[in-house]
T-cell receptor, first 111, second 115 residues
Framework: DAKTTQPPSMDCAEGRAANLPCNHS???????VYWYRQIHSQGPQYIIH???NNETNEMASLIITEDRKSSTLILPHATLRDTAVYYC????????????FGAGTILRVKS | DVKVTQSSRYLVKRTGEKVFLECVQD?????MFWYRQDPGLGLRLIYF???????EKGDIPEGYSVSREKKERFSLILESASTNQTSMYLC??????????????FGPGTRLTVT
């Protein structure tokens, strides 16, 4: 699986959009971009994934650059409950393929 | 909503005890996983199962076994608990169809302490 690079931490004001970047310059054509988050002392939570098109669901939007070498997770209106570690993962979508979390980005949403 | 539940949030066991960690998912997912998460080591796969009675070893299966007798339930067994198995244990499940994108849904975790 391709390696990802994320900033170690970010701050965001409550109610504002949180934009979390991820670089994955060695991504292969059959690898998806997945985002998960983990709130302190809880299990990881799946957020969104995409292959090459931008994606949106009830939690977030995922913007993938045309060359697929980077992506941005957007939380449109961050709340205090969005404070968590956010993990960007690039992996082939196949059964049994484990998740490998890097260090992630600690997002602190402040009032 | 996908729901993955684990039998305990916190567990304290003694060295040498046999420990059972239970995981149940309610979305009819084919794939289920057991991970452990430790500070500085990230998430490590212990075992996974892609069908009832089927299992495959992950990266760190030593000291653990698993059981999947029913599709919705995946159990992790520590045959003889040791202090180096003190960790956060996470169960996950993943659909096979229809989306075939294999995102994983996690339970809340069990924080096991072996003394």
């Amino acid at each position: 699986d391709a390696k990802t690079t994320q900033p170690p931490s970010m701050d965001c004001a409550e109610g504002r959009a949180a934009n979390l970047p991820c670089n994955h310059s060695t991504i292969s054509g059959n690898e998806y971009v997945y985002w998960y988050r983990q709130i302190h002392s809880q299990g990881p939570q799946y957020i969104i994934h995409g292959l090459k098109n931008n994606e949106t669901n009830e939690m977030a939007s995922l913007i993938i650059t045309e060359d697929r070498k980077s992506s941005t997770l957007i939380l449109p209106h961050a709340t205090l409950r969005d404070t968590a570690v956010y993990y960007c993962i690039v992996r082939v979508a196949e059964y049994g393929n484990k998740l490998v979390f890097g260090a992630g980005t600690i997002l602190r949403v402040k009032s | 909503d996908v729901k993955v539940t684990q039998s305990s949030r916190y567990l304290v066991k003694r060295t040498g005890e046999k420990v059972f960690l239970e995981c149940v998912q309610d979305m009819d997912h084919e794939n289920m996983f057991w991970y452990r998460q430790d500070p500085g080591l990230g998430l490590r796969l212990i075992y996974f199962s892609y069908d009832v009675k089927m299992k495959e070893k992950g990266d760190i299966p030593e000291g653990y076994s698993v059981s999947r007798e029913k599709k919705e339930r995946f159990s992790l067994i520590l045959e003889s608990a040791s202090t180096n198995q003190t960790s956060m244990y996470l169960c996950a499940s993943s659909p096979l169809v229809p989306r075939a994108s294999y995102e994983q849904y996690f339970g809340p975790g069990t924080r096991l302490t072996v003394t």
